[in-house]
């Protein structure tokens, strides 16, 4: 059977993929890594379970739920046949299945180390053994506003993952960053990113501990002016947003120099921004809303209350 054949059925569904993919094979070579068609966000009817991902020379399908067999299938037929001649390598992550296993139809895994988040100079090292690979694509208003902030200053990343805010930061300018995170792992990642792009790693520290028990530890490096705040919505024995993010949010006051700010993030469908706002309210009044940071183009919502939030707070 034929492409063509394969998806003339389904070409009314089919069709903003389909031009998500030409509009890829328009771009040039070496382009950043972005996100190239966001179902999740509802907008396309019949394909709310897939996003696409161009890291190149990896395309990325994610696969969220089950989806039906014949629109899948044309799915992986149109990736076949508008794949870039530059991307060497076509991957699929089943989330909808146990362990959310990558499935290679082009290249394998073996080839991982070299595939890199790409954001103009800087690169980020991508891990396919983990469920989330490493460089959240969203996160790119928060980045664009820390390059603003980060010459000569000092910054707390909590929840640093791979610490790519950190890299961010060291790249534009900041004297000095903590990173912490209770994954060791996923600073050991951050400590290569930081090699990856050449950095003085003098100036970039890594604590791989617990933020909820260690506050005395972090209240003698402040005060901070920049704190990252973005933790996870849900990690079952870590981190809860409903009862944990206020724990957080009453201590920044504290650890924030008197002109310093705090990018504020949360990535939850189901909380609002005015849950975010309600928080720093009641645990941190001597916190105000500075500005709400828009969301990312690429990342397209029917309710814009279910995007990521990035809230900007600085003291009264």
């Not at 389909?18 to 972005?34: E, N, R, T, V, W």
Request: charged share 25%.
């Amino acid at each position: 059977m034929t492409h063509k054949a394969m998806i003339e059925p389904q070409s009314n569904t089919l069709k903003p993929f389909q031009d998500a993919l030409q509009a890829l094979l328009d771009k040039q070579q070496g382009s950043d890594s972005q996100r190239i068609f966001h179902g999740r966000g509802q907008c396309f009817e019949g394909l709310e379970w897939c996003v696409l991902d161009a890291f190149e020379p990896l395309l990325l399908l994610t696969v969220f739920n089950e989806p039906p067999d014949a629109l899948y299938q044309s799915i992986l037929a149109l990736l076949e046949e508008y794949l870039p001649s530059h991307f060497s390598h076509l991957a699929i992550q089943r989330r909808d299945q146990k362990d959310a296993p990558y499935i290679w139809l082009k290249g394998c895994a073996d080839d991982a180390p070299q595939i890199v988040a790409k954001r103009g100079l800087l690169r980020f090292l991508l891990d396919f053994k983990q469920q989330n690979c490493g460089f959240f694509l969203d996160m790119e208003p928060g980045r664009q506003w820390l390059e603003q902030y980060s010459q000569g200053a000092s910054v707390l990343n909590l929840f640093a993952y791979t610490c790519a805010f950190s890299v961010v930061a060291i790249e534009s300018g900041a004297t000095s960053v903590v990173n912490i995170d209770l994954s060791r792992r996923s600073l050991t990642t951050g400590r290569e990113n930081h090699r990856l792009n050449h950095h003085d790693t003098s100036k970039v520290q890594f604590w791989g501990v617990d933020i909820l028990k260690s506050w005395g530890k972090i209240k003698r490096g402040a005060p901070y002016d920049v704190i990252i705040l973005d933790p996870p919505s849900f990690q079952r024995g870590s981190f809860v947003a409903t009862k944990d993010y206020q724990k957080v949010v009453r201590r920044l006051p504290d650890l924030l120099s008197p002109k310093g700010q705090i990018l504020a993030c949360l990535n939850a469908p189901e909380f609002d921004s005015q849950f975010l706002k309600g928080v720093f309210d009641e645990f941190a009044p001597a916190l105000r809303l500075e500005q709400s940071l828009e969301p990312s183009e690429d990342f397209p919502d029917i309710n814009p209350e279910q995007q990521l939030k990035l809230q900007v707070y600085t003291l009264r």
